[in-house]
Structures are given as structure tokens and as C-alpha cells.
């Protein structure tokens, strides 16, 4: 996992949270039962049950993993307020046709409801940072290049 710092929204901090802490608590509570009344069943050894829960237990624990390291190398803030694009920042962009869209340009853990997301580690949110309304980005992306004019910038309020 990477050691760089995740930049996460208050609410989704909360949400990471709360969902660390019902995983670590009730599922793996429930997880336990799950795993005893499938050995309650017989031989473990062809015991499909059982190894429906086994698995399921390790996809558990690795999004508990994941869950661990993402709020331990979060950076739980806002986006500052200076007109240019920055991880945080809601973004309108008028393709090529003319068509607008908005994009929240942040890591895909920061879901925001009615936005597009760019990812600062994808093609179109890496190109995006520190530009300024007005400015045209290009890009390559793996269906070829484009560009894109910044309409305008604002931080996203969430």
C-alpha cells in the first residue's frame, strides 16, 4: 500500500469510520458465528460452507486492512479557495463539443453524489491540477488525447 497521504472529505473520514468500526466490531462478530456453524456441519475438508466463510472472512479483513491504512494516512480537509483545480475541487469542463460536465477531482474514496470523478493519479485529474478557469488541458487517456476547457473552479462543499 502506498505511504502517500489520501486527501478525504469530512464526510467520507466519517463514513471510512464508521465502516472500519462495524467491521472490526459486529462483522467480525458475525463473521465468527458464520465461521461456527459451518464447522457445526462436519469434515472441514469438504465442507463448502465452511470455505465460503473462510473466504469471505479474508476479503473482510483486507478491506479492514484498507480501511486501517487509508484513515491512518488521511488528510482530512477542504480545498483551498484559489481558483485554481486542486485535490478537493469541483470542476466544470466543456469538451471539444461542447458539452459541460462537473467533476470532483479527488481519490475514488471521496464519492460525491452528482459529480464525475478525476482521480489526481488518473490522466484527466493529473492534468487538471493547478490549472485555472479559462485554461485548456490535454490529456492522453488510453481512447486517445483530448482536451478539455476549465469553465470554472470552486471547492467542493460536502
Sequence with gaps: MSTSPTWLT????????????????????????????????????????????????????????????????????????DGT??????????????????YFVAVPENKAPGFLLASPKGPLGAALLGASAGDEVSYQAPGGKFTVEVVSVRPYEG
Design 10 to 81: 469530512e464526510s467520507t473520514h466519517r463514513k471510512l469510520q464508521e465502516e472500519y468500526e462495524s467491521l472490526t466490531t459486529e462483522g467480525r462478530h458475525r463473521m465468527s458465528d458464520r465461521l461456527a456453524e459451518a464447522r457445526s456441519h462436519g469434515d472441514l475438508r469438504e465442507n463448502a460452507d465452511y470455505d465460503a466463510a473462510k473466504s469471505e472472512q479474508g476479503l473482510m479483513e483486507a478491506r479492514i486492512r484498507k480501511l486501517r491504512h487509508l484513515l491512518d494516512t488521511a488528510v482530512v480537509g477542504k480545498a483551498e479557495n
Design 85 to 102: 483545480v486542486q485535490v478537493g475541487s469541483v470542476v466544470t469542463l466543456r469538451d471539444e463539443d461542447g458539452d459541460e460536465d462537473e
